[in-house]
């Protein structure tokens, strides 16, 4: 039978997958050298075995061998002490092979007993401290593995203490402590659940209750945010005390090897005094600075600086490390690679590879190419904002304005309505997680960079201040209070994640600045990039924006838009009204100008590169007033009102998004069709014979079928005569287009998938209705994620593939692009990346479609020229 309890030392070169990132990380620490407390792990299988069958033979037999190797090399027995002896206490802890922060938990002090505990108190001379330890483990085990709710726990010790007039903890003495300590036992006894004064009682309960651990509602949500997926069960490690609450030269610490809000090289995190490691960890008591340390414990400080250098070393990543000092002595806990902000991502893996701890290629890899947008964050416009009514720890980057929401439902609330919000708590548990996902911003009142709040805001990528004291935060009440102004839910904050203010109000932002860093990484990327990237973009400005993200060329431009805007909306609902051909003609060469100017700017903004112009997608009815204020001007009398009422009441639509649009319209409207063809195709000319470069490209939206394509060339090829041809292309955004792919190809000089359509009409979801459920459904674990963000490989992405195979076969020059929203969204662009020519994102999100396509290169070895 396979060995399921590993000592430190046998676990070497063991896998993750096996010993959880715990006991993974704590193998390596313990074999590069450094201190780490004995201790065992209780493999992923076993855990994996005991929620099949609730039940693994022979794992406390080895339990039992475990914990006796344990005290040898701890030198005292399990639970017992003698004489001067104290008792081998263990912290049982989970770990699965993928970090998730906060979503298990961890018992500490294991093994207390009565008896125990005067052993405890006799041998380290401090009875305070024993009684202590014992009221800790009481409640968490009582939490944890008995189930009992924290609050209760919580409760007891605020009503011990005012019934003692303590305002703090620390004012309580061991008697009191005792008496806590035997209140609670009396509980857990009157609950049913009485408490195990047996230390291997506690060891099996408190190993059972991680393995239940795996399953709790916190846990699914996590990795159902996360995409981890539910079958790789969590490890225990079960390990030796340390103490960091032992007095003075005691205390316990979070580290990391660089800066994970910038990525600045040097040791950052906090360290607590006289503390137990769940202290920091669950933000009660905000933390110092490491820094400080330089002052009172120079030694100690030195001493952090070798393990972090040593650990990047070893691990070859920023590392987020656990550390307890007992007495002056380091002990290591844990380390992982630490979460880290795009900002932070970027500095840590160009700085990386340029101090030749890893290579450029990998620097490239290890970038979420998802992630870049927030390097784009904008932060509040300090010259615009007043004065800060709230200062916190600038926790993650970034500034949000939202609504005061003080619970998750409210959260929710704002975000159904569609409004921003700001979760503000006093400070955030795993409970937490819908909200902070939904919200734009986070504020707590307390806790440190370290903290739950800050950790899980950062993997997220949502702005946070956290440890913002000044404020009371009273959740049920939905208020805050800071200096006697009150916030009540609803009230409008701006946070600015990375500075730390707070403003009441709506602040203005600005913009964030591009990154020489950045560029940095992406010249090592380029290299390895076959996919062209293109932008979707409707203005000059966009135009602009992209290109200097470096779009080659635009993939989607949207012609809708230039036909809202006001001194058009009138000649537009002109063409819609128009009775007569000659009424048509004229609003026709109208918008023909508007259209022709438009163009130009656009294609001068992309001088040298293609520009992919769509014709008219929606349909007519977009561009009329609602039929209720038509109705009601008509009634006050207002004549054309009357009219557009009469149109719009003919034009009018059921299911408006599958009706009278895209080529549909273009080809029974021939007029609009060769009114926007002859607009793009003078606004070329116009500039060729002013010395510039234009590449105009047409394409017609939403066919299903060749004889729409057909026709549409047929009216193409009429301008063209006069004007030379342009390439000439449709969007595959019908499932029917992509199943006669082969059919179309011929007719057509490219395709352009329209992922967005082409996800809606797969689905049979429309993607403005989908909000109510979707969300559901993925939270439920229907979906893995939401296909209208991240495109369906199996469906949607089997489309396209065919399409494109298809449509190649029957005409070998066929070029082939992307250009719905997945086109900017890593793992689509990694699913395309071989398949087409190129992508076209909007143009925040062109630098992630660039980077997620060179490491798609990378991922496949060499690259080819495209
Ligand atoms: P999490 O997965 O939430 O990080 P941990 O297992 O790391 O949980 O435990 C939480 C805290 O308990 C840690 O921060 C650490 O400081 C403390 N802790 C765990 N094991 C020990 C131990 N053997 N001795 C002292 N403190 C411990
Ligand atoms: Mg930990
Ligand atoms: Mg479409």
Request: glycine share 10%; with cysteine.
């Amino acid at each position: 039978m396979a060995k399921r309890v590993y000592l430190l030392s046998e676990a070497r070169g063991l896998s993750r997958d096996l010993l959880g990132g715990k006991g993974f990380g704590l193998a390596e620490m313990a074999a590069a050298g450094l201190p780490v407390p004995p201790a065992f792990i209780v493999t992923t299988e076993a855990c994996r075995q005991y929620l099949r069958t609730g039940e693994v033979p022979g794992l406390w037999e080895e339990v039992r061998a475990g914990m006796a190797a344990l005290e040898g090399l701890a030198g005292k027995p399990f639970g017992r002490g003698e004489g001067k002896t104290p008792p081998l206490l263990v912290s049982v802890r989970s770990g699965a092979p993928v970090s998730m922060p906060g979503m298990m938990d961890t018992v500490l002090n294991l093994g207390l007993t009565l008896e125990g505990v005067e052993a405890l108190a006799r041998a380290t001379g401090n009875p305070r401290f024993a009684w202590d330890s014992f009221r800790r483990l009481l409640a968490m085990y009582g939490e944890v593995v008995l189930g009992e709710r924290a609050e209760v726990f919580e409760g007891m010790l605020s009503a011990l203490k005012a019934e003692r007039g303590a305002g703090t903890d620390a004012e309580l003495g061991p008697e009191d402590l005792e008496e806590l300590a035997y209140r609670y036992l009396r509980h857990l006894e009157a609950r049913g659940t009485p408490f195990p004064l047996d230390p291997w009682a506690q060891l099996q309960g408190a190993i059972e209750a991680v393995f239940k651990s795996w399953q709790n509602p916190r846990a699914r949500t996590y990795r159902r945010i996360y995409g981890i997926p539910e079958d790789l069960g969590t490890a225990v490690v079960v390990q030796a005390m340390v103490f960091g609450n032992l007095g003075e030269d005691s205390g316990t610490g979070v580290g990391f090897t660089r800066n994970p809000a910038t990525g600045e090289k040097g040791l950052y995190g906090e360290y607590l005094r006289n503390a137990q490691g769940e202290d920091v960890v669950a933000g009660v008591r905000t933390p110092e600075p490491l820094e400080r340390l330089k002052g009172y414990a120079p030694g100690l400080y030195e001493e952090l600086l070798q393990v972090a250098e040593r650990l990047e070393r070893h691990f070859r990543d920023m590392q987020d490390f656990e550390f307890t000092v007992e007495r002056g002595r380091l002990y290591l806990l844990q380390t992982r690679s630490g979460k880290r902000t795009a900002q932070a991502a970027v500095r840590i893996a160009v700085e990386m590879a340029e101090e030749g701890l890893i290579s450029r290629e990998e620097a490239v890899m290890r970038v979420e190419a998802n992630a870049l947008p927030g390097l784009l964050r904008p932060s509040v416009d300090r010259d615009k904002a007043p004065k800060p009514f709230l200062k916190g720890l600038p926790a993650s980057p970034g500034a949000a304005v939202g609504h005061a929401a003080f619970t998750n439902e409210a959260v929710e609330r704002f975000h159904a309505q569609g409004l921003p919000a700001i979760l503000v708590r006093p400070e955030t548990t795993p409970e937490d997680i819908t909200g902070m996902y939904l919200a734009k911003g986070i504020l707590t009142a307390r806790g440190g960079l370290t903290s739950h709040a800050a950790v899980v805001a950062r993997g997220l990528g949502v702005p946070a201040v956290v440890g913002a004291e000044a404020m009371r935060v009273f959740p049920d009440e939905g208020k805050a209070l800071v200096d006697g102004v009150e916030v009540r839910e609803g009230d409008l904050l701006t946070l600015d994640g990375g500075t730390g203010e707070v403003y009441l109000g709506a602040v203005p932002l600005v913009e964030a600045a591009g990154e020489a860093l950045l560029e940095k990484l992406l010249s090592w990327a380029e290299p390895h990039r076959r996919l062209g990237v293109r932008a979707n973009a409707d203005t000059p400005e966009d135009a602009r924006r992209a290109r200097a993200f470096g779009a080659e060329g635009i993939g989607l431009c949207r012609t809708e838009h230039m036909f809202f805007q006001e001194d058009r909306i009138p000649w537009v609902r002109r063409l819609i009204l128009a009775e007569t051909p000659e009424e048509e003609a004229e609003a026709l060469e109208r918008l023909f100008h508007f259209q022709k100017e438009d163009f130009k700017e656009i294609l001068l903004a992309m001088d040298g590169l293609p520009v992919t112009v769509r014709l008219l997608d929606p349909p007519l009815h977009e561009f009329l007033p609602p039929l209720e204020e038509l109705a009601r001007r008509a009634e006050e009398g207002d004549e054309e009102a009357g009219r557009l009422l009469r149109r719009a009441e003919a034009l009018k639509e059921v299911n408006p998004m599958l009706g009278f649009r895209g080529v549909r319209l273009l080809l029974l409207r021939p007029g609009i069709f060769r009114m926007q063809l002859k607009a793009l195709l003078e606004a070329a000319r116009e500039l060729k014979e002013a010395g510039h470069d234009p590449r105009p490209e047409v394409m017609v939206p939403l066919v299903a079928d060749p004889k729409e394509v057909e026709r549409a060339r047929a009216l193409a090829e009429e301008l063209f005569l006069e004007y030379g041809p342009i390439p000439f292309g449709t969007m595959i955004e019908t499932p029917r287009a992509a199943l006669l792919a082969a059919e179309i190809a011929p007719l057509v000089d490219f395709f352009s998938f329209g992922t967005n359509d082409l996800t809606q009409m797969a689905f049979g979801l429309s993607r403005d209705d989908a909000g109510k459920f979707l969300p559901r459904y993925v939270e439920e674990g229907l979906f893995p994620f939401d296909p209208t963000e991240r495109l369906d490989e199996k469906g949607v992405g089997r489309l396209l593939r065919m399409a494109a195979e298809e449509g190649r076969k029957a005409n070998p020059r066929l070029k082939l692009g992307l250009c719905g929203e997945h086109g900017g969204e890593a793992g689509s662009v990694r699913f395309v990346a071989d398949l087409l020519d190129y992508t076209s994102a909007s143009p925040f999100r062109v630098l992630t479609a660039r980077l997620a396509a060179a490491q798609a290169g990378l991922a496949r070895g060499t690259p080819e020229p495209a």
